[in-house]
Each structure stands twice: as C-alpha cells, then as structure tokens.
C-alpha cells in the first residue's frame, strides 16, 4: 500500500534528520541544522499596517517574544568566524494568549540571512545531500539552477547577529477580519543598519565572536528589528520557495521586534523549544508550499530526539 502523504513527508524529514545528523556528527541533543544558537527574549508591537491585514492575535496586540540566533549547519559548536556558518537564523516565537484549553499558544517566523533556498522539497533537499556526500554535488548544481543560486550568493559575515537582515523564504497568506486574504514573504531589518566583515576581517575574529557581541549588545540597550512584508501581487509564485518575487512588489512595515534580554538556562531551553514554521493560528495561514509541511516535521521529529537526550557540551 502506498505512503499517504503525511506518511511520506514524515519518512523523507526522517531521512534528512539521519542524513544531517551523520554529516555532522551531531548529537541528539541539537538540532541537525543551525545547531549552534543562543536564545533571548523581548516583545513585538505591530503597526496599523499589520492589523490591516491579519486579524491574528500579535499582528494586533504588543507580544512577549522569543527568539533564536544561530549559525548554520549541524556543527554544535561550529565557530562563528567559519564561513560554513552562514547563512544565519533567526527565529522568533510569538507568545500568545492562553488558549481555552488552557495550554500556551503561539506561532513562529523562521528566517535566514539569505533570500535563496536551494531546492522546492524535501526530496530535492535529501538529494542535495547526497550529492553532497557522492561528491557529485557539481553536476546537482549544474542541473538544479535554484541550489547553484543559494551556492553562490554572497553570504557575508555579520559585525553582530544584530547587523544582519534576515528573509523568510516560504509564502504565507494573511487574513485581516473581513476574510481579505493578501499573500507575503516575511523580511527582518536591523534598526542598527546592517554591517558585515569582510574574509580577512572574520577570520579575525574570535570562535564566539557573535554569542558574546550579542549579549554585550542586549546588556547595553534593547536590539531592534523591524519585522517586513514583501505582498505579491495576482499570478505570483506562492508554492515555491525557489523562485522571487519581482523586486517592484510593494514592501510594507508590520512592526518592531525589541530584543531585551537573554533567556536564562539557555542551552537547556534551546534543547527543549521547537519551533513550527507552519502558523496555526487565526489570521495566518500557510501557503501551498511543500517545504512547510516538510521542515514543520523535521523540527518537531528532532525536537522530539533532543527532549528526550540530556543537554551534551
């Protein structure tokens, strides 16, 4: 009998958690991508701009955040001077309101510091990976134009992870309270303006350079990002991460993510958060995407491994 289509996406993120995991060397107890990370916390307040196009909760009321900044790969303690740790993340998860059940509810951003993502699924993803492996990964380049243009896109090092611009790849589509849906791609700007090192400049810098600026940063003042929306417009893309929209498509303010503190016991809490790129609540919704479903089941399939295996330096 063939998978269902759950079934199939839960076997295919199950192969790329493996799969990660074994490039890495990574233990169960972080996570198989953007291992290396660092928690704080602070608030978003929208803009009237936000409440105009989504009735969700955070879109129209300040809320308690927490977000994570992290390098990339699966390499747990991966310096932050390597240039294999970018492209950045940044994840935020909106705290709201106790849901009727009485159990916490909120929703997430997750967003990196390129506008590219390589492949459309997770199937594509899993070959990359083994290309990668094979050493054939010029040939999967040649062929796969979308991962060539994630390969070679400059990914600098940021002064701070709070001089960086992050993107979200993936569509959603926003519901503002008469039913008006309106399609976005969600973009984070530093207040700070946005400052990178060169090569020569970054491998100056120390293993913890990020981790440490970002804290002495918080401890000196609140760190802001203005949370963005680029809107498409009828006909499109919406179900492709690999594919832009045009760069006249109007881009609108949602409002200012304040950064104010570090989250205390931060490995163990990293260890225990999953996030969910998938939304899940009144007045966003996800897009047709196949990539949603697919890293929404990566991070809670290894979000399960690492809640069940003690914190390991």
Partial sequence: MPLSTNEATNETAAKLITTLRGAFSTPASFRPAHARGILVSGTFTPSSTAASLSSAYHFNNTTPVTSRFSNSTGIH????????????????????????????????????????????????????????GSGTIQDFLTTHPSAAAFVQDPKPSPVSFGTEKYFGVNAFKLINKDGKETFVRYRITPDAGEAHLSDAEAKGKDAAYLHNEIQTRIADGP????????????????????????????I?????????????????????????????????????????????????????????HPYEK
């Fill in 252 to 308: 609108v303010e949602l409002g200012t993510i304040k950064i104010e503190s570090v989250v205390q016991d931060n490995d163990e809490e990293q260890r225990k958060l999953i996030f969910d790129p998938i939304p899940r609540v009144e007045g966003v919704a996800a897009s047709d995407d196949p990539l949603l479903d697919m890293r929404a089941s990566i991070y809670l399939q290894s979000g399960k491994d690492r809640r069940s």
């Fill in 223 to 250: 760190v802001s990002f203005k949370l963005l929306a680029q809107i498409a417009q009828a006909g499109d893309v919406t179900d492709d991460a690999t594919i832009h929209w045009p760069n006249d498509r109007e």
């Fill in 77 to 132: 303690m991966i310096p932050d001077n390597d240039a294999n740790a970018n492209p950045r993340g940044f994840a935020t998860r909106f705290h709201l309101p106790n849901a009727p059940d009485g159990k916490r509810s909120h929703t997430d951003i997750i967003a990196h510091s390129t506008k590219f993502f390589p492949v459309r699924t997770g199937e594509l993803f899993l070959e990359m990976l083994g290309a990668i």
